[in-house]
């Protein structure tokens, strides 16, 4: 018997499916948007943003120009005293000396100082971390210094009066509290 040779079968190719541009461009705005969350995320999160806050006594805070309490002064030291309270003084010894010429004049004076406070270890933890800043203030004092003033019976009271003034205006600056309540000379000498 004669069979009928199967004809050759068609062969159709079929031509593979293109993605539809809509879901490319879902998938990569999805895509960006979770990229840009995790980039806002990660930065909240090393810039401290989730560290818990530390409490404030409202009796204590102060409020700022927007209406919010502050609080940045640093607490007093106190004393055991039966009958009244009393404040501790700390003092802290600036390490290096001032030297200035003085104004008009061929003299020089070299000073040492220490600064004395009743608050905290916080004061002097920021006289140290200004400390140039500090020693420029206290020179520019100290070079208005003339002949003339050198003779005054309290040019030294006052000359502390304006270091004191000058140091809490600059750490009032940088840190929004001053804290320092008086200046000694520990070593006052010119030449």
């Not at 031509?15 to 490319?24: R, T």
């Not at 004049?105 to 220490?114: D, G, N, R, T, Y």
């Not at 600064?115 to 520019?140: C, G, P, Q, W």
């Not at 270091?163 to 320092?180: A, M, V």
Request: glycine share 6%; charged share 30%; proline share 5%.
């Amino acid at each position: 018997m004669a069979t009928a040779a199967p004809e050759a079968a068609e062969v159709v190719e079929e031509e593979p499916k293109k993605k539809k541009p809509i879901v490319l461009i879902i998938g990569g705005v999805v895509g960006l948007i979770v990229l840009i969350v995790g980039i806002v995320l990660g930065t909240l999160f090393f810039t401290g943003y989730f560290n818990p806050k530390p409490v404030v006594d409202p009796e204590l805070a102060e409020e700022s120009a927007d209406g919010k309490k502050v609080d940045n002064k640093p607490g007093k030291k106190t004393k055991d005293s039966p009958e009244l309270t009393r404040f501790e003084y700390t003092y802290l010894q600036i390490e290096r000396e001032f030297l200035v010429n003085v104004s008009g004049s061929k003299k020089v004076m070299s000073v040492q100082i220490a600064v004395m406070t009743h608050y905290d270890d916080r004061v002097f933890e920021n006289v140290k971390k200004h400390d140039f800043a500090i020693r420029s203030a206290v020179l520019d004092v100290m070079r208005q210094t003339t002949d003339a003033d050198l003779v005054k019976p309290e040019f030294r009271k006052e000359m502390a009066v304006k270091i004191r003034d000058s140091i809490n205006t600059l750490l009032e600056k940088y840190e929004d509290f001053g804290g320092i309540e008086e200046v000694h000379f520990t070593s006052f000498i010119v030449q």
